[in-house]
């Protein structure tokens, strides 16, 4: 152990479940810090946090009955320094007390209680990255966090190639924003659907088209009439939606993938069971649609890094940074679904 731990932190608790508001969610002072890490595990001690709408899910939906949830603690984003290492951590992870790293915490972890929204966490090594240079601890937490991992999920299951023609629903988001850049710096040419409010930022980020989505209600009906000759070979949706997939024939080259990640088990199971299982003589829709889910893993936020160091993320957008009593004000910006780019948790000083 390289330096004495408090003998108690502060970290956010779930008191009850139902939306992430102040009745639900209670900020504690005198939260026991992790014990000094075991085996592969290491002491990360938390500067920031990024918030996901998955973590409002989780809030909402994992029981606070069960023993072990009576003061569990939310958050899976999470940037900081180890400040301690177990003894079986491999040397060729080149982690060392001081080491900045950067990623987001397993489901599981977070299902038991030890969520990233408190002062220190324990974490596997094997699941973090060190943090790229360039970027701050706030925006590490951001990129290597949920969102830059799963749209490395995203660009990794759609095997694009350069010269290609990609449609991305939902580009101002957390995940969005960085899958746009992402996509163009493969080179492939990126049209983006956003509000015009976001049109600029995702300019910034590589779009070559932007598409209103809210000047062209629904926007299905305009794709269909302004790509019908000339079809997308992928289309990425990060925003959720029937229409964009069942009209999707007008305006996506058959055999090309739809590719979702809304609408998952965390999001309810309709949409897999009409567009994945419902076949094209029963009224399914004659493209393959590919529902994701992220598990976060150490690999996909080192590919986000290295996307970073390769120059394809240039930026990390940040909609909005909030102190750690500010959490349940930062959660009421993620819910209201309008975050361009990520809503961040600043729980100490880097
Ligand atoms: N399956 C998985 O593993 C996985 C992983 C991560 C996230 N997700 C899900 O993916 C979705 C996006 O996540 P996120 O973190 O990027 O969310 P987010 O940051 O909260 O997304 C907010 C953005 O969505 C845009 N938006 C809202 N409605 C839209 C619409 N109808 N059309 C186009 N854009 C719209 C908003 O732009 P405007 O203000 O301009 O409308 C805003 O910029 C969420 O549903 C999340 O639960 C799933």
């Known amino acids: 152990m390289a330096s004495a731990l408090p003998k108690t932190m502060k970290a956010w608790v779930v008191v009850k479940n139902g939306p992430a508001t102040s009745a639900n969610l209670a900020l504690q002072s005198t939260r026991p810090p992790p014990t000094a890490p075991t085996g592969s595990n290491i002491l990360v001690k938390v500067t920031h946090a990024a918030l996901n709408p998955a973590d409002i899910h989780f809030i909402n939906v994992l029981p606070t009955w069960l023993p072990f949830r009576r003061v ?33 915490l397993a489901v599981a972890q977070v299902f038991f209680g030890a969520g990233s929204l408190a002062e220190y966490v324990v974490v596997p090594a094997s699941l973090v990255a060190v943090k790229p240079e360039r970027f701050t601890n706030a925006q590490a937490a951001g990129l290597m966090g949920i ?8 660009v990794q299951h759609a095997a694009l190639k350069a010269g290609q023609r990609v449609l991305i629903n939902g580009a ?13 710096g493969l080179g492939v040419k990126v049209y983006a659907v956003c509000s015009g409010a976001n049109e600029e930022m995702v300019r910034r980020l590589g779009a070559d088209e932007v598409i209103d989505y809210k000047a062209h209600d629904p926007v299905e009906t305009f794709l269909a009439e302004k790509f019908k000759d000339e079809p997308f070979d992928i289309i990425f949706d990060c925003a959720g939606g029937d229409g964009l997939y069942t009209q999707s024939p007008s305006y996506l080259k058959p055999g090309c993938k739809f590719i979702t990640i809304v609408g998952g088990p965390s999001q309810g199971v309709i949409p897999f069971i009409k567009h994945k299982l419902r076949p094209v003589f029963l009224g399914g829709t004659p493209r393959p649609f590919h529902l994701l889910g992220l598990s976060p893993a150490g690999n996909f936020a080192r590919q986000a890094a290295k996307y970073v160091e390769e120059g394809l993320i240039k930026e990390a957008p940040i909609d909005s940074e909030y102190s750690l009593e500010e959490v349940v004000q930062a959660y009421e910006r993620v819910a209201s679904k309008r975050a361009k780019g990520k809503v961040i948790i600043k729980v100490a000083e880097e």
Do not use: H, R, W, Y
């Open 72 to 104: 569990a603690t939310p958050g899976l984003d999470f940037a900081g320094s180890v400040v301690a290492l177990g003894p079986a951590v491999p040397a060729e992870t080149n982690l060392k007390v001081g080491t900045t790293v950067c990623g987001a």
């Open 147 to 154: 969102a830059g991992q799963t749209a490395s999920l995203m």
């Open 172 to 184: 101002s988001g957390g995940v969005g924003s960085v899958l746009v850049q992402i996509v163009k």
